[in-house]
Antibody
Framework: QVQLQESGPGLVKPSQTLSLTCTVS??????????WNWIRQHPGKGLEWIGYISYSGNASYNPSLKSRVTTSVDPSKNQFSLKLNSVTAADTAVYYC?????????????????WGQGTLVAVSS | DIQMTQSPSSLSASVGDRVTITCRAS??????LNWYQQKPGKAPNLLIYATSSLQSGVPSRFSGSGSGTDFTLTISSLQPEDFATYYCQQTYSTLLTFGGGTKVEIK
């Protein structure tokens, strides 16, 4: 079965760039019918979708973060990545990667499954 | 943005109780509504997709219903492993949004 695993620094300084990678195992990131997502959860709070990227590089982002977010995909490594620049303490959160399922021949995500275990990123000097 | 409002935000219930959680969308989302369960320190786990389809491996005591703007998640007989936080999610809009969560606690 497909599994996802986030990796990256757990501490980032204010104004710097948060960089995370999600490694997909048990399946190919290049398989059709999926978009590869980032979601975050502030401590003790709800879930916020950050954005997705397809294996071909098509991306879509939450407008609230769009100006600071970049995603990329590396099919040769079965990985996709997130960069969030100009971070502040408000970006401290658990960051999850998740596979978005696309059905019915549309280009829209229908649900997320599975999710990575999540990684806590703290923004602090 | 489509706002998703869950109620209640928390509830206390006993093992064996029937539990219902409500999710309301700020505009119609057809049946593009999913439910996730999250336990402390863990990632969310898909329970129900497309309003009422049970994800493989999820116990049949979980069920979902609704359409348009009003949706419910029902646990027919609460089990000890069901104490968790539940989130609804709409995928009608290209801006995907979640409800604020409902924490189910032991009475």
């Amino acid at each position: 079965q497909v599994q996802l695993q986030e990796s990256g620094p757990g501490l980032v300084k204010p104004s710097q760039t948060l960089s995370l990678t999600c490694t997909v195992s048990g399946g190919s990131i290049s398989s059709g019918g999926y978009y590869w997502n980032w979601i975050r959860q502030h401590p003790g709070k709800g879930l916020e979708w950050i954005g997705y990227i397809s294996y071909s590089g098509n991306a879509s982002y939450n407008p609230s973060l769009k100006s600071r977010v970049t995603t990329s995909v590396d099919p040769s490594k079965n990985q996709f990545s997130l960069k969030l620049n100009s971070v502040t303490a408000a970006d401290t959160a658990v960051y999850y990667c998740a596979r978005g399922i696309v059905t019915g021949g549309t280009s829209y995500i229908d649900w997320f499954d599975p999710w990575g275990q999540g990684t806590l990123v703290a923004v602090s000097s | 943005d489509i706002q998703m409002t869950q109620s209640p935000s928390s509830l206390s219930a006993s093992v064996g109780d029937r539990v219902t959680i409500t999710c309301r969308a700020s505009q119609t989302i057809s049946r593009y509504l999913n439910w996730y369960q999250q336990k402390p320190g863990k990632a969310p786990n898909l329970l129900i997709y497309a309003t009422s389809s049970l994800q493989s491996g999820v116990p049949s005591r979980f069920s979902g219903s609704g359409s348009g703007t009003d949706f419910t998640l029902t646990i027919s007989s609460l089990q000890p492993e069901d104490f968790a936080t539940y989130y609804c999610q709409q995928t009608y809009s290209t801006l995907l949004t979640f409800g604020g969560g409902t924490k189910v606690e032991i009475k």
